[in-house]
């Protein structure tokens, strides 16, 4: 069954004023259908046609991925969705799924993470938002920025100001001492509790 869009929703699918649609129905360039009150509706399969797309390109996403690293930094999440509305907005992308997600950045097996990694190599992604190259992943950027060249995602980051090498290198090493560190300390707590669970088993519920 054939999809029928108003004059105004059939300017937001093109990118066209209200006014250029009506002039290409008088000069024949776009012919719109009418209602029984004179009014002119268009079917969306013309629209997809006349734009060159098929109906499976249109239905491809664009997609803005928030992250935050822990709960403690969950405010970040709407100040970087707010940056990526703004840019959304001037560039006139409409229907944006938003994605947001708390993970760390060395953690590569986060669910909203997994989740549109596979939809890039679906194909069912046309582009991706971010705020900086270290929302997607701390590691791997230049790899996951290729895998979505390889399947026509355009990677589009908000945020592509360049450090120094030496700056670089500082936070790298930064994100390395976190991350082991954490694990440090978790695998400190796993040992006093089996130390513990040796010692005096009574003790244990």
Same mark, same amino acid.
């Given at each position: 069954?054939?999809?029928?869009?108003?004059?105004? &929703?059939?300017? =937001? %699918?093109?990118? /066209? #004023?209200?006014?250029?649609?009506?002039?290409? =129905?008088?000069?024949?360039? !776009?012919?719109?259908?009418?209602?029984?009150?004179?009014?002119?509706?268009? =079917? *969306?399969?013309? $629209?997809?046609?006349? %734009?060159?797309? #098929?109906?499976?390109?249109?239905?491809?996403?664009?997609?803005?991925?928030?992250?935050? #690293?822990?709960?403690? +930094?969950?405010?970040? %999440? /709407?100040?970087?969705?707010?940056?990526? &509305?703004?840019?959304?907005?001037?560039?006139?992308?409409?229907?944006?799924?938003?994605?947001?997600?708390?993970?760390?950045?060395?953690?590569?097996?986060?669910?909203?993470?997994?989740?549109?990694? =596979?939809?890039?190599?679906?194909?069912?992604?046309?582009? !991706?938002?971010?705020? *900086?190259?270290?929302?997607?992943?701390?590691?791997?950027?230049?790899?996951?920025?290729?895998?979505?060249?390889?399947? &026509?995602?355009?990677?589009?980051?908000?945020?592509?100001?360049?450090?120094?090498?030496? +700056?670089?290198?500082?936070?790298? $090493?930064?994100?390395?001492? *976190?991350?082991? #560190?954490?694990? !440090?300390?978790?695998?400190?707590?796993?040992?006093?509790? $089996?130390?513990?669970? $040796?010692?005096?088993?009574?003790?244990?519920?």
């Amino acid at each position: 069954m054939s999809t029928l869009l108003n004059i105004a &929703e059939a300017s =937001d %699918l093109l990118r /066209k #004023s209200v006014k250029t649609l009506q002039r290409w =129905d008088r000069d024949g360039i !776009l012919k719109a259908r009418r209602t029984p009150t004179n009014r002119r509706i268009y =079917d *969306h399969a013309d $629209l997809l046609k006349f %734009l060159g797309m #098929s109906p499976k390109e249109q239905n491809r996403r664009i997609v803005a991925y928030c992250r935050v #690293s822990s709960q403690a +930094q969950k405010p970040g %999440l /709407k100040n970087q969705r707010r940056v990526i &509305e703004d840019f959304c907005i001037a560039r006139g992308f409409a229907g944006v799924d938003y994605i947001e997600e708390i993970g760390g950045g060395l953690n590569f097996k986060r669910k909203c993470f997994i989740e549109m990694v =596979d939809d890039v190599i679906r194909g069912n992604i046309k582009t !991706l938002v971010i705020a *900086h190259r270290d929302r997607l992943a701390r590691f791997g950027f230049d790899l996951l920025s290729h895998l979505c060249q390889e399947h &026509e995602c355009e990677l589009l980051v908000i945020d592509s100001e360049k450090v120094s090498p030496e +700056q670089e290198m500082v936070q790298d $090493l930064m994100t390395i001492v *976190h991350c082991f #560190s954490s694990r !440090l300390y978790g695998l400190r707590n796993y040992r006093k509790a $089996l130390k513990k669970a $040796l010692t005096n088993p009574a003790d244990v519920k």
